[in-house]
């Protein structure tokens, strides 16, 4: 049956009425108060589904002097990745009655300063950032005291509360994958060999030093965007530069990824046969394309839930020592490197 467009909205009244309390008292138990008895929150939350009641949270935040909306900042929401994160974020907001506003800085260093400074077009509870040029001096020079999370592999120094995956250890468990497949000439896709502060390509040199490989600087490939596109540059100059191609391929993000394959089978390599390749993120399209794609996949529940968390404990606590702290991460093996069971052997 459905419900009648023209019939008044319930009110705290009729719940009121029927639970046989006091409007404080239903007041108590939507707002999750914990001085109200168990019975009597059961009867109330009765009359509320009896009658449809639901609360106006616009009224319910500005009594508690709140917004009730945040903002999550990401770069480009097109990237399929923070798509995806923003629908979480979403999610989790929604169960805290919190309103989510998304807003794009196009990877500007100018555009990320200017979320710092809390330039909204109205009043937020809170921000959530997802950073490609920010510094720790930056976030200390912000004059905005809206709750504030970081998210991203950069190192903020615990200037503020920062949530992400061991970028390292993600990075590592990536190239460690290829190595157990039986490569032994890897190549990086997007970064330099001469960054010594870039967490996945610390990674990279990690496990191909505990493996007793040697680190190529001319198969570490720099890129100037997280584009399908620098993805397939970057490797169409490798392939031309050197004499013998890679065995294996990491790439720093998923985009970068498919358009390394692309590369590879324009110059006639099978992938996984011939370049085994694994990207970072776990986008949909990963799951879609030929090779399916084997990747890093960050667990954007866990980010959007911890983020969320810490922006309730700075509203609540106010003045508080920064956190950082890091979620879980799995390798997620599909089709482009799935194809060696020992070196130089083909499994059956």
Not at 21 to 27: E, G, I, L
Not at 309 to 315: N, P
Not at 319 to 343: C, H, I, K, T
Request: with cysteine; hydrophobic share 45%.
């Amino acid at each position: 049956m459905t419900a009648d467009p023209k019939a008044p909205r319930p009110r705290l009244t009729d719940v009121a009425e029927i639970a046989g309390v006091s409007m404080k008292t239903v007041s108590n138990v939507i707002n999750g108060y914990v001085h109200v008895t168990e019975a009597t929150r059961q009867r109330v939350q009765a009359a509320i589904d009896e009658v449809g009641y639901r609360p106006n949270l616009s009224a319910r935040n500005l009594a508690r002097g709140r917004a009730g909306v945040i903002a999550l900042v990401v770069p480009r929401l097109e990237m399929p990745y923070f798509a995806s994160l923003a629908g979480r974020v979403i999610e989790k907001a929604e169960a805290r009655g919190w309103f989510v506003l998304i807003h794009e800085t196009g990877g500007e260093l100018a555009a990320e300063r200017a979320a710092l400074e809390g330039h909204f077009p109205q009043r937020i509870d809170g921000l959530i950032v997802s950073a490609q040029h920010l510094t720790p001096d930056d976030v200390r020079a912000r004059t905005d005291g809206t709750p504030l999370v970081l998210l991203g592999e950069q190192d903020y120094r615990h200037v503020a509360d920062h949530v992400a995956i061991d970028n390292v250890a993600a990075s590592r468990a990536a190239v460690e994958h290829l190595i157990a497949q039986g490569c032994r000439r890897i190549a990086m896709v997007g970064a330099r060999p001469e960054a010594l502060d870039d967490p996945r390509a610390e990674g990279y040199r990690q496990a191909l030093i505990a493996a007793g490989l040697p680190i190529d600087g001319m198969l570490m490939r720099p890129i100037h965007g997280n584009l399908g596109e620098e993805g397939e540059r970057a490797t169409q100059r490798l392939l031309a530069e050197i004499t013998h191609p890679p065995d294996g391929l990491f790439a720093v993000t998923d985009w970068v990824a498919l358009g390394a394959i692309r590369a590879l089978q324009l110059a006639g390599l099978r992938v996984p046969e011939d370049v085994a390749v694994v990207g970072f993120d776990d986008i949909p399209y990963a799951r879609a394309v030929t090779p399916s794609l084997t990747t890093i996949a960050p667990d954007r529940s866990a980010i959007a839930e911890l983020a969320l968390r810490m922006l309730e404990a700075q509203s609540a606590s106010g003045e508080a020592e920064p956190m950082d702290e890091s979620v879980p991460f799995e390798l997620v093996v599909r089709e482009s490197s799935a194809r060696r069971a020992s070196p130089g052997r083909p499994s059956a």
